[in-house]
């Protein structure tokens, strides 16, 4: 909001009733600094929040540039949480600035939560509930909305011994697509879809209910996100699942019930998938999954629930392609792996081809050959570009049989320099697309059987986080901004998200986790005191902001029709997204250091 002096409607002001920011802005002074004129030294303590009014105030770690502060921006409002400023503050060409009282600053984090929680919040929660503000709308969305908010049917029991035609009958009276079936100790579930297979083979309808009935229960519990339960329905290609409390049914959650809520035809995709029969008709799947990912950003939805959604469409398509070019002997015989941020479900948009086979003793090399090269050139018409590595099904060294993968991933393992650990880092992330998953997990069984009791071997498995020093690659977009260069570009990937990815990665793989999801990784580190919480829910809130900034950028791209890359204009960020973008890149650099630590990295 405007006072008579101030433009106060930029963050963290902007958090503020307009009683407390004039009294604010009453109590305010403005002072003038030249070029080149120091504002903060470092270490010195800080009773003041300044606000930019107009020229440029750069932040300096000794010689690197760490920060760069523009018109209707704030600093430090770190040091004056704690009292004293980490680093030195320079006026970079002449600066006039707001000074606002420190213990104005502070009453007022007392008074207002939200203004507080700028000051004082850690990073993840800042991450995660100031972010919040971009599309306040998320939290009318489908994604933060209980199965039991969407209302769901009650169950009717059947007993195990009742016929087909009774069930049909209180079916009928009841208006039910559905009927539970208890028994013995099982419960099971008999739908109208069950009657296809009745008539087909012709089963009496005097048969016993239970011989017919499903036991093998989908189900969600009733306060689980119904994001989830369309997650289960889309990945299964399914109408309806089982509503549980504590494991016990209580309902039934159809498709009808979600599309009060859910209008973006996700399932639909996962339909025109399963009846494709041309590759022009997986190019119109992956045309409508493009045109989801935008509306569900609109929407609100976080970034690390939409990258699961679209692997999961992503996956179909391409099992169902593997499906139409492979001989019929190659695909029964073979079990296709995503690799990558696809394998880790950490992918949204279109990106390099990352993907291998693992294959049955004995089919015929020439077939094998003549499929994956087919496979890989309809991928290429699909959109999706080659990988400059070659980490694809149509080179030799990404497919093998369990026993030729074992003696791969052995190699691999045992080499000191080359390629070897990054071919074995990208494998860590395979994640079955179609065949038996559990060739998949004989691989990662002969993997922990041959890697090395060494400290040293894993402090080489981590080196590569040190390979894009984050703080050379901030430092260079800083300068960027510094100079009002028209695009200031970080590559997003290179400062923040491949450190956490590779630095989860390689921690698991000591801890012998085989989940592929950097998310699902932290989570298990945690729980395995490996890992502290508070630093993995940073590192999580960080990734997932990381992660939402690359897709803006590269839905900005798209727009423009320019080829996707990594890169983020920081120029076009706000305020706060900047703030936000600073906090998470300090929270790589400590996860990086911990990391490095571990491993002892300051030796090499």
């Known amino acids: 909001m405007w006072t008579n002096r101030f433009d106060l409607t930029h963050p963290p002001f902007d958090l503020l009733t307009l009683a407390e920011s004039s009294a604010l802005a009453a109590s305010a002074d403005i002072l003038y600094f030249s070029d080149e004129q120091e504002i903060l030294a470092s270490g010195s303590p800080v009773d003041a929040l300044y606000l930019v009014m107009k020229g440029l105030v750069r932040e300096m770690s000794g010689e690197d540039v760490v920060g760069a502060y523009r018109e209707h921006e704030t600093f430090d409002c770190r040091a004056l949480a704690t009292g004293k400023t980490v680093h030195r503050f320079v006026a970079h060409e002449e600066a006039l600035l707001c000074v606002f009282p420190g213990r104005d600053v502070l009453a007022l984090t007392e008074k207002n939560s939200l203004f507080g929680a700028y000051f004082f919040a850690t990073v993840s929660d800042k991450l995660g509930q100031l972010a919040q503000t971009r599309d306040r709308r998320e939290w009318q969305s489908l994604f933060a909305v209980k199965i039991s908010d969407a209302g769901f049917s009650g169950p009717i029991f059947a007993d195990g011994e009742e016929t087909i035609a ?20 099982r419960t099971g579930i008999f739908t109208t879809g069950d009657f296809c297979h009745i008539v087909a083979n012709g089963i009496s309808n005097q048969t016993p209910l239970h011989l017919c009935a499903q036991f093998s229960l989908l189900s969600c519990e ?55 029969t041309t590759v022009g008709h997986l190019h119109t799947a992956m045309q409508n999954m493009e045109s989801l990912v935008t509306t569900l950003v609109t929407q609100g939805i976080k970034t690390p629930q939409l990258a699961r959604l679209v692997q999961v469409l992503n996956t179909q398509l391409m099992a169902r392609l593997w499906q139409m070019v492979a001989t019929p002997a190659v695909f029964a015989g073979s079990s296709l792996l995503a690799l990558g941020s696809e394998g880790r479900g950490e992918q949204i948009l279109k990106t390099d081809q990352d993907n291998a086979l693992i294959l049955a003793e004995g089919l015929d090399e020439k077939e094998v050959e003549q499929s994956a090269e087919s496979f890989t050139q309809h991928m290429l018409q699909l959109g999706y570009p080659p990988c400059p590595g070659g980490m694809m099904v149509n080179q030799p060294l990404w497919r093998h049989t369990v026993r030729q993968w074992g003696q791969t991933l052995h190699g691999w393992a045992s080499s000191t320099q080359g390629d070897g650990l990054m071919h074995l880092a990208i494998f860590l992330d395979a994640e079955t697309v179609s065949g038996p998953a559990s060739w998949l997990a004989a691989c990662r069984q002969a993997l922990h059987s041959v890697l090395p009791d060494d400290a040293a071997w894993f402090s080489r498995m981590a080196l590569p986080i040190e390979q894009f020093p984050t703080r050379k690659v901030e430092t260079g977009f800083w300068r960027q901004l510094l100079n009002r260069e028209k695009n200031a570009l970080l590559d997003i990937k290179k400062a923040g998200i491949f450190p956490i990815v590779h630095g989860a990665r390689v921690l698991a793989l000591e801890a012998g986790i085989d989940a592929p999801n950097t998310f699902d990784r932290l ?29 803006d950028a590269g839905l900005e791209m798209l727009r423009r029709g320019v080829p996707l890359s990594n890169e983020v204009d920081t120029a076009t960020l706000s305020t706060l997204e900047k703030d936000l973008l600073q906090d998470a890149l300090e929270v790589v650099r400590r996860f990086k250091k911990m990391v490095g630590q571990r491993y002892g990295l300051d030796r090499f």
């Open 222 to 276: 009733k306060d689980d996100y119904l994001f989830n339960a369309l997650l289960l329905m889309t990945r299964h290609n399914i109408h309806r699942i089982v509503v549980t409390d504590k494991g016990q049914p209580v309902g039934v959650l159809a498709l009808i019930d979600l599309l009060s809520y859910f209008s973006n035809h996700s399932l639909s995709i996962a339909r025109q998938l399963e009846a494709a």
């Open 523 to 551: 989570g298990a580190l945690t729980s395995r005191s490996m890992l502290e919480k508070s630093l993995a829910d940073d590192v999580a809130e960080s990734l997932a902001f990381l992660m939402r900034l690359r897709l």
């Open 166 to 185: 009774h069930a049909a009958r209180r079916m009928e009276q009841n208006r039910r697509r559905s009927i539970f079936v208890r028994h013995g100790h």
